[in-house]
C-alpha cells in the first residue's frame, strides 16, 4: 500500500535558517505529492504539489522537487520566518484516487 | 467565502459515550471527507462522500463509526460506545468535485478527549 515518512521534529530554527523536511514515499503506482501546513489554531492548507516525477513545486518560498529515483520529496525553505512556525505534513494521492495519505507531520517553530 | 467549518472545536466525553461530530462545507463542494489524526501520527482517511453516490467508507475503523451527509451538505460523524483509543483530531474537508482531480480544503478539526 501507499505510505509516507518525513523526518520526526521538533524542528526549531532561528530566522532567516535554511529549512529542510525530508519525505519519502511508498507508492505503487504514479502518485501526486504535496505538503500541506498547518498554522496554529487553523486548517490543513496545502502549500504545494508536484504530479510528475522532476516536477517542481513552489509557494510563499518553499519548494519541494519529486524524485522518482530517490522516491522522495523534499521540502525546502532558504530563509525562515517566524510566521513559518506551524505543523508540515507530507502527503501523496495514487494516481486517481481520492484518498491522500498522510505522513506523521513535522513541528516547525522558527525563533525570532 | 467561508472555509470548512467544523463543531465543536473540542469535546471531551466519558467511555462509553456516544459523540457527534459536525462538518459543514465550503458550499458548493460535492465531495467531503473526513480523516483522523491520532498523537504522533498521520492523518487517516475515514470516509468519503461524493454528490449523491454511495460513500466510500474503507477507512472506518469499526462499526462503532458512522457518518451521514444530508442534502449533499452538511455532514455528522458519530461514534457510538466511546474508547479511549478514539481520542484523536478529526478533521473534515471538501473540494469542488471530483476528489481525484481536486485540492481537498481542510476545517480545523474537533478534538476528541475520551476520558
Known amino acids: 500500500g501507499n505510505s509516507v515518512t518525513q523526518m520526526e521534529g521538533p524542528v526549531t530554527l532561528s530566522e532567516e535558517a535554511f529549512l529542510t523536511i525530508n519525505c519519502t514515499y511508498t507508492a505503487t503506482g504514479y502518485p501526486s505529492l504535496f505538503w500541506y501546513v498547518q498554522y496554529p489554531g487553523e486548517g490543513l492548507q496545502l502549500l504545494l504539489k508536484?504530479?510528475?516525477?522532476?516536477d517542481k513545486g513552489s509557494n510563499k518560498g518553499f519548494e519541494a522537487t519529486y524524485r522518482k529515483e530517490t522516491t522522495s520529496f523534499h521540502l525546502e525553505k532558504g530563509s525562515v520566518q517566524v510566521s513559518d512556525s506551524a505543523v508540515y505534513f507530507c502527503?501523496?494521492?495514487?494516481?486517481?484516487?481520492?484518498?491522500?495519505?498522510f505522513g506523521a507531520g513535522t513541528t516547525v517553530t522558527v525563533r525570532a | 467565502g467561508a472555509g470548512v467549518s467544523q463543531s465543536p472545536s473540542n469535546k471531551v466525553t466519558e467511555k462509553g459515550k456516544d459523540v457527534e461530530l459536525r462538518c459543514d462545507p465550503i458550499s458548493g463542494h460535492t465531495a467531503l471527507y473526513w480523516y483522523r489524526q491520532s498523537l504522533g501520527q498521520g492523518l487517516e482517511f475515514l470516509i468519503y462522500f461524493q454528490g449523491n453516490s454511495a460513500p466510500d467508507k474503507s477507512g472506518l475503523p469499526s462499526d462503532r463509526f458512522s457518518a451521514e451527509r444530508t442534502g449533499g451538505s452538511v455532514s455528522t460523524l458519530t461514534i457510538q460506545r466511546t474508547q479511549q483509543e478514539d481520542s484523536a483530531v478529526y478533521l473534515c474537508?471538501?473540494?469542488?468535485?471530483?476528489?481525484?482531480?481536486?485540492?481537498?480544503?481542510f476545517g480545523p478539526g474537533t478534538r476528541l478527549t475520551v476520558l
Open positions: 508536484a504530479t510528475k516525477a522532476d
Open positions: 502527503a501523496l494521492r495514487e494516481g486517481d484516487d481520492y484518498k491522500l495519505s
Open positions: 474537508a471538501s473540494s469542488p468535485g471530483w476528489g481525484g482531480a481536486d485540492t481537498q480544503y
